[in-house]
C-alpha cells in the first residue's frame, strides 16, 4: 500500500463526494493531464475530452481504488489508457527512439552516438555553459520561464509526455516508466532530449538578453 495518511484523508472526502475536494485536484492536476492527453491525441479538444473522461472515470472508480498506487499515479494511468483509445497509434520501442533521436531542435553532433558509452548524452566539448546567477540574471527568471514552457510545448510529443511527468509533474523515473510502458533506456533517452531542447532555447534566449 503507497497511500499516505493526507490521501487517505482525500480519498475518504473524494468517496463522500465532497466537492470541495474534487475541485481541489481538479485544479491541481488538470492543466498536466492536458497536456500529457496532448500528446497522445490529434487536437486540444480531444485532450480535453480525455481529460473530462478521465475525471468522470475517477468519480465512478474511487470507491474500489485499492491504493496499490499514488492516487495522481492511478488517475494519470485512467487518462493515458483513455487518450490511448482515443487517438494514439501504437509505437514500438524503436519508434519512440527514432522521434527521440531526430526531434527537438538542438544540434544533433553535441550529442554522442549511439555506440558511445554514454549515448545521447552532451559530448564533451558541447556541454551547456551555466545559467548566470548573479541579481541580472535572477530578473530574468519569470522571462526564462516562459520560454521554458513555449519550447516544452514545441517538443515532439513522446519528449514532452516524458519531461512534463518527470519535471511538471515531478514523478520518478519508474514511476513514469510503468506509465508509458516504455524502457529504461527509451524514458532516459526521451527525458535527456527534451531537457537538452528546452535548455538550447533558454541558451540562445540569454545568448540575446545579454
Same mark, same amino acid.
Request: net charge negative; aromatic share 6%.
Given at each position: 500500500m503507497?497511500?499516505?495518511?493526507?490521501? *487517505?484523508d #482525500?480519498?475518504a /472526502?473524494?468517496?463522500a463526494?465532497?466537492?470541495?475536494?474534487? @475541485? !481541489?485536484? +481538479?485544479?491541481?492536476?488538470?492543466? *498536466?493531464? #492536458?497536456?500529457? /492527453?496532448?500528446g497522445?491525441v490529434?487536437?486540444?479538444?480531444? @485532450? !480535453?475530452? +480525455?481529460?473530462q473522461?478521465?475525471?468522470v472515470?475517477l468519480?465512478?472508480?474511487?470507491?474500489?481504488?485499492?491504493g496499490?498506487?499514488?492516487?495522481?499515479?492511478?488517475?494519470?494511468t485512467v487518462m493515458?489508457?483513455?487518450?490511448?483509445?482515443?487517438?494514439?497509434?501504437?509505437?514500438k520501442?524503436?519508434?519512440?527512439q527514432?522521434?527521440?533521436?531526430?526531434?527537438?531542435?538542438?544540434?544533433?553532433?553535441?550529442?554522442?552516438?549511439?555506440?558511445?558509452?554514454?549515448?545521447?548524452?552532451?559530448?564533451?566539448d558541447?556541454?551547456?555553459?551555466a545559467?548566470?546567477?548573479?541579481?541580472?540574471?535572477?530578473?530574468?527568471?519569470?522571462?526564462?520561464?516562459?520560454?521554458a514552457?513555449?519550447?516544452?510545448?514545441?517538443?515532439?510529443?513522446?519528449?514532452r509526455?516524458?519531461?512534463?511527468l518527470?519535471?511538471?509533474?515531478?514523478m520518478?523515473?519508474d514511476?513514469?516508466?510503468?506509465?508509458?510502458?516504455?524502457?529504461?533506456?527509451?524514458q532516459?533517452?526521451?527525458?535527456?532530449?527534451?531537457?537538452a531542447?528546452?535548455?538550447q532555447?533558454l541558451?540562445?534566449?540569454?545568448?540575446?538578453?545579454?
Open positions: 503507497t497511500t499516505s495518511v493526507d490521501e *487517505a #482525500l480519498i /472526502a473524494l468517496r463526494r465532497d466537492e470541495s475536494a474534487f @475541485a !481541489e485536484l +481538479v485544479d491541481l492536476h488538470t492543466a *498536466a493531464m #492536458l497536456r500529457v /492527453a496532448r497522445y490529434a487536437s486540444r479538444e480531444i @485532450a !480535453e475530452e +480525455v481529460v473522461e478521465a475525471w472515470a468519480i465512478k472508480g474511487i470507491d474500489t481504488f485499492e496499490r498506487s499514488s492516487l495522481r499515479t492511478w488517475l494519470f493515458i489508457n483513455i487518450a490511448k483509445k482515443r487517438g494514439m497509434r501504437e509505437r520501442d524503436r519508434d519512440m527514432i522521434a527521440a533521436f531526430t526531434g527537438g531542435t538542438v544540434d544533433p553532433a553535441r550529442f554522442r552516438g549511439g555506440d558511445d558509452e554514454w549515448p545521447g548524452h552532451w559530448t564533451d558541447s556541454t551547456p555553459s545559467f548566470p546567477t548573479s541579481p541580472e540574471g535572477a530578473v530574468l527568471g519569470g522571462e526564462l520561464m516562459a520560454v514552457r513555449r519550447e516544452l510545448d514545441r517538443l515532439p510529443e513522446r519528449q509526455i516524458v519531461v512534463t518527470r519535471d511538471v509533474l515531478d520518478d523515473s514511476e513514469v516508466r510503468k506509465l508509458l510502458d516504455i524502457s529504461v533506456a527509451n532516459r533517452v526521451l527525458l535527456h532530449r527534451g531537457r531542447a528546452v535548455r532555447a541558451e540562445d534566449y540569454l545568448k540575446d538578453a545579454m
